[in-house]
């Protein structure tokens, strides 16, 4: 057996590099007899990043230069090590490599293969919740499209950190700015998260009529937000982080639509304000988090909008979510999530009220309604096989980050249901609230670079409603 897991081989970049790879030898295990043998971990190399400062590399490993290591354990440390490298998006490719220097002492080469950091990405999207919302309830109108600019510069100084600035114009202006640092402190362990954000529509969705929305299009504004945040984060282990957030929103809105719906912000009021703080917990051991395949992922929040300054909005609301990945035999693979939110008082404004049919939770089958309520529970059940996963590498593209495009493709069959109660609701609504939904189907997954997944549903829900519906985004 070779203590060495690979992402996949990746040339050294650097004459030095080469020289640590040349001169490296992997150890071998002749035998189960050694199994339980300990090795101490001598010296660790990263090489490959050009960009990344090396603390946050070793940040995600399991080991430190004299930690000692059963010998049967290595290749389990090593994959669950690549998975974590990974999934902090910051790397196309992980290489990790145990080398024998005694029978007692083995370095470890780390190599990676930077991303693409910096994207200036044009906006030209749709403004409604997806593409089958505009598709079939908007008819497709090319009105209902935002375009402006976004800049993201990811690993900004090399530290992980997160720049993203957003102009938008058209159907919705959009302004907003936002600074993650994943951590300050020696210990990597405390972040910060600052987000400001400013909107404003003049074709607004102001109340839900048969359980889709209902928009009104106006020369004047019809809603403006302002949103302000600090987040503090804190990531003590691995796979468990942690998020403290103080938030300010302030929402007005024309007084056409507090006469259309006096509910929106409750009791006809044009102006709402009020500060919120809440709790998130995630637990993360999935081996890809942008497209899971093994392994589970755990999600609590606790929210309290309404912190006595201002008496225009009181809520508490609670959302807990479950979801586990199975890896089969012969390439299938099975997934169930489980979500559910409680919130309180059951009189609440338009604006504020959850539901399903607004990211991320949703019914397939559902797609094209939109059932609010203030408690719900749903279960997303996935059954899906690999057709085939290859990579294309094309040496005309001028940036190396781009020449090998991977692509995966999946065959799946998948089954939601849920509950979604309200007490509120207006008697065209209630056909769908209160009762039990489900709907299922057949898709195609198609999943490719950077992170991005296209799927192709056709679904039938319980009322009988059949569609071909697409989305750019994976269903987790």
């Given at each position: 057996m070779?203590?060495?897991?690979s992402?996949?081989h990746?040339?050294?970049?650097?004459?030095a590099?080469?020289?640590?790879?040349?001169?490296?030898?992997?150890?071998?295990?002749?035998?189960?007899?050694?199994q339980?043998?300990?090795?101490?971990v001598n010296?660790?190399f990263?090489?490959?990043?050009?960009?990344?400062?090396?603390?946050?590399?070793l940040?995600?490993l399991?080991?430190?230069?004299g930690?000692q290591?059963?010998q049967?354990?290595?290749?389990?440390?090593?994959?669950?090590?690549?998975?974590?490298?990974?999934n902090?998006?910051?790397?196309?490719e992980?290489?990790?490599q145990?080398?024998?220097?005694t029978?007692?002492?083995?370095?470890?080469?780390?190599?990676v293969?930077?991303?693409?950091?910096?994207?200036?990405?044009?906006i030209?999207?749709?403004?409604?919740?997806?593409?089958?919302?505009?598709?079939?309830?908007?008819?497709?109108?090319?009105?209902?499209?935002?375009y402006?600019l976004?800049?993201?510069?990811?690993?900004?100084?090399?530290?992980?950190?997160?720049?993203?600035a957003?102009?938008?114009?058209g159907?919705?202006?959009?302004?907003?700015?936002s600074?993650?640092?994943?951590a300050?402190?020696?210990?990597?362990?405390?972040g910060?998260?600052?987000?400001?954000?400013?909107?404003?529509q003049?074709?607004?969705?102001?109340?839900?009529?048969?359980?889709k929305l209902?928009?009104?299009?106006?020369?004047?504004?019809?809603?403006?937000?302002?949103?302000?945040s600090?987040?503090?984060?804190?990531?003590?282990?691995?796979?468990?982080?942690?998020?403290?957030?103080?938030?300010?929103?302030?929402t007005?809105i024309?007084?056409?639509?507090?006469?259309l719906?006096?509910n929106?912000?409750?009791?006809?009021?044009?102006?709402?304000?009020?500060?919120?703080?809440?709790y998130r917990?995630?637990?993360?051991?999935?081996?890809?988090?942008?497209?899971p395949?093994?392994g589970?992922?755990?999600?609590?929040?606790?929210?309290?909008?309404?912190?006595?300054?201002?008496n225009?909005?009181?809520?508490?609301?609670?959302?807990a979510?479950?979801?586990?990945?199975?890896?089969?035999?012969?390439?299938f693979?099975?997934?169930?999530?489980?979500?559910g939110?409680?919130?309180?008082?059951?009189?609440?404004?338009?604006f504020?009220?959850?539901?399903?049919?607004?990211?991320?939770?949703?019914?397939?089958?559902?797609?094209?309604?939109?059932?609010?309520?203030?408690?719900?529970?749903?279960?997303?059940i996935?059954?899906?096989?690999l057709?085939?996963?290859?990579?294309?590498s094309?040496?005309?593209i001028?940036?190396?980050?781009?020449?090998?495009?991977p692509?995966?493709?999946?065959?799946?069959a998948?089954?939601?249901?849920?509950?979604?109660?309200?007490?509120?609701?207006?008697?065209?609504n209630?056909?769908l609230?209160?009762?039990?939904?489900?709907?299922?189907?057949?898709?195609?997954?198609?999943?490719?670079y950077?992170?991005l997944?296209?799927?192709?549903?056709?679904?039938?829900n319980?009322?009988?409603?059949?569609?071909?519906?697409?989305n750019?985004r994976?269903?987790?």
């Amino acid at each position: 057996m070779i203590i060495a897991v690979s992402a996949g081989h990746l040339e050294a970049q650097s004459a030095a590099d080469s020289t640590i790879l040349a001169n490296s030898k992997a150890v071998a295990l002749p035998s189960d007899s050694i199994q339980q043998k300990t090795v101490t971990v001598n010296k660790i190399f990263v090489v490959g990043n050009r960009r990344t400062k090396e603390r946050i590399i070793l940040r995600e490993l399991s080991f430190v230069p004299g930690t000692q290591i059963l010998q049967g354990d290595v290749p389990l440390i090593v994959e669950k090590d690549r998975e974590k490298l990974i999934n902090t998006s910051l790397f196309l490719e992980a290489h990790i490599q145990f080398i024998d220097v005694t029978s007692e002492y083995v370095d470890v080469v780390i190599q990676v293969k930077e991303r693409w950091y910096f994207f200036p990405s044009p906006i030209f999207k749709l403004a409604d919740r997806n593409f089958n919302e505009w598709w079939v309830n908007q008819n497709r109108d090319l009105n209902r499209v935002n375009y402006g600019l976004k800049l993201f510069q990811y690993n900004f100084r090399g530290r992980r950190e997160t720049l993203k600035a957003v102009a938008q114009f058209g159907f919705s202006k959009n302004f907003a700015i936002s600074y993650l640092v994943p951590a300050f402190d020696k210990n990597q362990r405390n972040g910060l998260i600052v987000d400001i954000d400013y909107s404003d529509q003049k074709n607004l969705a102001y109340r839900s009529t048969n359980n889709k929305l209902t928009f009104l299009e106006a020369e004047e504004t019809l809603r403006r937000t302002f949103n302000t945040s600090l987040t503090w984060t804190h990531r003590y282990s691995f796979y468990n982080r942690h998020f403290l957030k103080l938030e300010f929103n302030r929402t007005s809105i024309a007084d056409t639509i507090a006469l259309l719906n006096p509910n929106y912000l409750l009791e006809g009021r044009t102006l709402q304000r009020y500060f919120s703080l809440s709790y998130r917990f995630t637990r993360d051991h999935r081996d890809y988090a942008a497209y899971p395949l093994e392994g589970n992922f755990t999600s609590f929040r606790a929210e309290k909008n309404g912190l006595g300054l201002f008496n225009d909005l009181s809520r508490l609301s609670m959302r807990a979510s479950y979801s586990q990945f199975f890896k089969l035999k012969n390439n299938f693979f099975l997934s169930s999530r489980i979500t559910g939110l409680a919130s309180f008082p059951k009189r609440q404004a338009y604006f504020n009220t959850a539901g399903l049919g607004y990211r991320p939770d949703d019914i397939r089958g559902y797609d094209l309604f939109v059932i609010e309520g203030q408690n719900y529970i749903i279960n997303k059940i996935t059954f899906k096989k690999l057709l085939f996963s290859k990579q294309q590498s094309i040496k005309s593209i001028p940036i190396p980050q781009f020449q090998t495009i991977p692509i995966s493709v999946y065959l799946k069959a998948f089954f939601d249901s849920g509950y979604v109660d309200n007490d509120l609701s207006d008697p065209e609504n209630r056909p769908l609230s209160n009762r039990y939904l489900y709907g299922g189907g057949l898709g195609l997954d198609v999943v490719t670079y950077y992170d991005l997944v296209v799927r192709f549903e056709y679904a039938i829900n319980d009322r009988g409603n059949t569609g071909f519906f697409i989305n750019v985004r994976a269903d987790i």
